[in-house]
């Protein structure tokens, strides 16, 4: 099969790999149809976050090919979303929702062979617990594309927005207008906030924002930001602040506009961030959040979906092939791209 794979700070390759097999019992083997690269691969892209030589992706749907004696809910021939956490769906933490904690799981895309999504074939882990069947096999490429973003991206915006305890009539900030942000506006909206304000200076992210039911735009960082929130907010503060960052500056300005007894839903992965504690300590501000449990959400999201409620996969504005992945790659370091979608098999 062909894979992408990483081989160091802006370097993606494409080569040739051995199908993968059925190692445990538990496992299934899923025909990649679409695949795509998440913000969180360029920190490992940059070189800001290491990351082994091997297989690189985690965000992929597919058909199943192949499963082990022990897969019972799952079959050859369904078509499936796989969360980009391995998890068996029965330990403690699995059945208290946080899938991405699951004791026997783990992750796509860390350079284990065959068990990543950027590649034309995958070895699902603990396939019962981690895969979700769609109903039917033909979908069009529209619904195809909303459907990956159900892998990370939609499920990480609608964290952010749980995670903050979002209420039908609230005033909700977004910090952050990538994919995940993006997918954290329809969120809110999807939860019955009546005021989505999103920090983005880039008009296409702008309109697909608004699209999204974003009613206000900042455009300002920093001090600036925050201000601009406490203005249209009458200087009060957004009721819930959804963090789709991850830097520093972006945590300040999210604690920062939030009202005092409000929630900070933080989903960036964090780099260098110091949580201002006495600022928030004094103001009642919360914080929840961390890696998405996706498969938790799938099947209200996928209901959604299907049903044409929401439409998430227009985050995709970049699309080619799984042996143009560098090039996707690309696209998204140099901010002519906001997500890139894979085209792997059909």
């Not at 403690?92 to 004791?103: D, E, I, Q």
């Not at 952010?160 to 954290?184: E, F, H, M, R, Y």
Request: hydrophobic residues 45%.
């Amino acid at each position: 099969m062909k894979a992408a794979i990483f081989r160091g700070a802006g370097n993606i390759t494409v080569e040739e790999r051995p199908d993968p097999v059925i190692q445990e019992p538990t496992d299934a083997i899923v025909r990649i149809v679409r695949a795509c690269v998440c913000g969180s691969d360029l920190w490992y892209y940059r070189g800001i976050a290491p990351h082994s030589e091997g297989s690189i992706g985690h965000e992929f749907i597919g058909v199943v090919e192949e499963v082990g004696p022990e897969v019972t809910t799952i079959k050859r021939g369904d078509f499936v979303i796989a969360p980009f956490a391995i998890s068996d769906g029965t330990c403690p933490h699995c059945r208290a929702g946080f899938h991405t904690a699951c004791v026997r799981g783990g992750f796509f895309g860390q350079g284990v062979e065959g068990v990543a999504g950027q590649a034309e074939l995958a070895r699902v882990p603990l396939a019962d617990g981690t895969l979700v069947a769609v109903p039917g096999r033909q979908f069009p490429d529209e619904v195809l594309a909303s459907l990956l973003t159900l892998t990370d991206v939609m499920g990480t915006g609608y964290h952010a927005a749980i995670s903050a305890g979002v209420k039908p009539g609230q005033t909700v900030a977004v910090v952050g207008d990538g994919a995940v942000g993006l997918c954290a506006v329809l969120s809110a909206r999807l939860l019955g906030a009546e005021r989505v304000i999103i920090l983005s200076r880039h008009p296409r992210r702008q309109e697909l924002a608004r699209e999204f039911g974003a009613t206000d735009i900042v455009a300002e960082r920093g001090e600036a930001a925050v201000q601009a929130i406490m203005q249209l907010t009458d200087g009060i503060g957004a009721d819930a602040v959804l963090e789709c960052v991850g830097t520093n500056e972006a945590n300040q300005t999210a604690f920062a506009s939030a009202r005092p007894g409000a929630i900070v839903g933080r989903v960036g992965v964090p780099h260098e961030v110091e949580i201002p504690a006495e600022a928030t300590f004094y103001r009642n501000v919360g914080m929840r959040g961390g890696p998405a449990p996706v498969r938790a959400y799938l099947p209200e999201l996928l209901e959604a979906v299907l049903s044409g409620k929401i439409n998430p996969g227009r985050v995709f504005d970049f699309t080619t092939d799984l042996d143009h992945t560098a090039e996707a790659y690309a696209a998204m370091d140099q901010r002519r791209a906001i997500k890139s979608l894979l085209i792997v098999g059909h």
